[in-house]
């Protein structure tokens, strides 16, 4: 058996070389030339399958080690009975820690008020539960936008995307839908961008297109009031440079990326992959221990100083945001490889769960929001 593999996927080697002979990719470079030989192919996000890129070949088995599935052909798949299998919900943590790390940073930059401000979340999927149950434990105002959801859960809990866009922070965690009552596309568009209020936090680490980037350049370039954040980018790698310097903070597609949310994501497709082979699953990732990983609290520290103290420890957004601006340093034509070799290289990011507090206090308060943020308390 021939396996196909993205180059970039975690712990490739050692989880998939047991089923065969496993050739790696860039998985910008995977083409139908690849394939003809091969029986299993496994991406991440930057690879489109479709009909053109497995037409003709013997791949009877894709899988994606990551969420989303906008870069897939599910219908041509099925159509062709080609297994299919993603990982959902494999860095939603790593993605939830992204944007209160970059909340953090911001409310302490510009001398913010969290507890008197409102979140509103849109997708209310893996990611985005995980966003409103730490909002919540730092006493937040949650406002939730999910229509598809909505409609068929009997929760009183959603709002319309009106309301969302009325908070002091707006985060996005949906998929890419092209078309269809529930279009993501262009969610945050030209019309709507103009209800965003003064100091606005604006996050979006969904999909690129979910955000009109040019509008919201136009935004930003007329009246660049509000606090940005953009890890996810339309035509990326080639980005727009100029909304770029407009935004506060912007990264390169990597809020999803800590090493658990990677190695979670190869040990979803590989428990697939052995379920339709029907193989044993019998390959375990091994976690190394984080050694600097005590936090000491105070008693005098509010909520906004230890999420900062915790992510200082755990991920500094900020040290993201310094990597992707070197990319003024590049040519125009060499700006994308630098948005992809960042992705390529990045460095081992873990989770707050390997983390450990070290508290003299009982604020059950605080309690609740170190064990919503899976911190283990000393």
């Given at each position: 058996?021939?396996?196909i593999?993205?180059?970039?996927?975690?712990?490739?080697k050692?989880?998939?070389?047991?089923?065969?002979?496993?050739?790696?990719?860039n998985?910008?470079?995977?083409?139908n030339?690849?394939?003809k030989?091969a029986?299993?192919?496994?991406?991440?996000?930057i690879?489109d399958?479709?009909?053109?890129?497995?037409?003709?070949?013997n791949?009877?088995?894709?899988?994606?080690?990551?969420?989303?599935?906008?870069?897939?052909?599910?219908?041509?798949?099925?159509?062709?009975?080609i297994?299919?299998?993603?990982?959902a919900?494999?860095?939603?943590?790593?993605?939830?820690?992204y944007?209160?790390?970059?909340?953090s940073?911001?409310?302490?930059k510009?001398?913010?008020?969290?507890?008197?401000?409102?979140i509103?979340?849109?997708?209310?999927?893996n990611?985005g539960?995980?966003?409103?149950?730490?909002?919540?434990?730092?006493?937040?105002?949650?406002?939730?936008?999910?229509?598809p959801?909505?409609r068929?859960?009997?929760?009183?809990?959603?709002?319309?995307l009106?309301?969302?866009?009325?908070?002091?922070?707006?985060?996005?965690?949906?998929?890419?839908?092209?078309d269809?009552?529930d279009?993501?596309?262009?969610?945050?568009?030209?019309?709507?961008?103009?209800?965003?209020?003064?100091?606005?936090?604006l996050?979006?680490?969904s999909?690129?297109?979910?955000?009109?980037?040019?509008?919201?350049?136009?935004?930003?370039?007329?009246?660049?009031?509000?606090?940005?954040?953009?890890d996810?980018?339309?035509?990326?790698?080639?980005?727009?440079?100029?909304?770029?310097?407009?935004?506060?903070?912007?990264?390169?597609?990597?809020?999803?990326?800590?090493?658990?949310?990677?190695?979670n994501?190869?040990?979803?497709?590989?428990?697939?992959?052995?379920?339709?082979?029907?193989?044993?699953?019998?390959?375990?990732?091994n976690?190394d221990k984080v050694?600097?990983?005590?936090?000491?609290?105070?008693?005098?520290?509010?909520?906004?100083?230890?999420?900062?103290?915790?992510?200082?420890?755990?991920?500094?957004?900020?040290?993201?945001d310094?990597?992707?601006r070197?990319?003024?340093?590049?040519?125009?034509?060499?700006?994308?490889?630098?948005?992809?070799?960042?992705?390529?290289t990045?460095?081992?990011?873990r989770?707050?769960?390997?983390?450990?507090?070290?508290?003299?206090?009982?604020?059950?308060?605080?309690?609740?929001l170190?064990?919503?943020?899976?911190i283990?308390?000393?």
């Amino acid at each position: 058996m021939k396996l196909i593999v993205d180059e970039n996927i975690v712990l490739g080697k050692e989880a998939f070389e047991s089923f065969g002979q496993v050739v790696f990719q860039n998985g910008r470079a995977i083409t139908n030339h690849c394939l003809k030989n091969a029986d299993v192919l496994i991406v991440r996000s930057i690879t489109d399958v479709n009909e053109k890129l497995l037409k003709e070949t013997n791949v009877k088995f894709v899988g994606t080690a990551t969420i989303g599935t906008d870069h897939i052909d599910l219908d041509y798949q099925k159509k062709n009975s080609i297994q299919f299998s993603s990982a959902a919900g494999c860095n939603s943590f790593s993605v939830a820690e992204y944007v209160f790390s970059a909340i953090s940073h911001l409310v302490i930059k510009h001398n913010l008020n969290l507890s008197n401000m409102s979140i509103g979340v849109v997708g209310y999927g893996n990611i985005g539960t995980k966003v409103v149950k730490i909002a919540k434990a730092l006493g937040m105002k949650v406002i939730i936008n999910d229509p598809p959801l909505e409609r068929i859960s009997n929760q009183n809990i959603f709002s319309p995307l009106e309301d969302v866009l009325k908070c002091d922070i707006i985060t996005f965690h949906v998929p890419l839908n092209l078309d269809g009552i529930d279009k993501t596309v262009h969610l945050l568009n030209e019309q709507n961008l103009s209800n965003l209020k003064e100091n606005t936090i604006l996050i979006n680490s969904s999909r690129g297109p979910v955000v009109d980037n040019n509008a919201l350049k136009m935004r930003l370039k007329l009246k660049n009031n509000i606090h940005t954040v953009l890890d996810v980018w339309e035509t990326e790698p080639n980005f727009d440079i100029d909304l770029f310097k407009l935004v506060e903070i912007g990264t390169p597609h990597i809020a999803g990326y800590s090493y658990e949310g990677k190695i979670n994501g190869t040990k979803i497709i590989y428990d697939a992959l052995s379920n339709y082979l029907k193989t044993p699953a019998t390959w375990k990732p091994n976690f190394d221990k984080v050694v600097d990983n005590k936090i000491e609290i105070s008693d005098n520290e509010n909520f906004v100083q230890i999420i900062q103290k915790l992510f200082n420890k755990s991920y500094k957004i900020i040290d993201d945001d310094s990597l992707m601006r070197k990319v003024f340093d590049f040519a125009e034509d060499e700006r994308g490889k630098h948005f992809d070799m960042l992705r390529k290289t990045y460095r081992k990011r873990r989770e707050l769960n390997n983390y450990e507090a070290i508290i003299k206090t009982e604020n059950s308060e605080l309690l609740n929001l170190l064990k919503v943020l899976r911190i283990n308390v000393l």
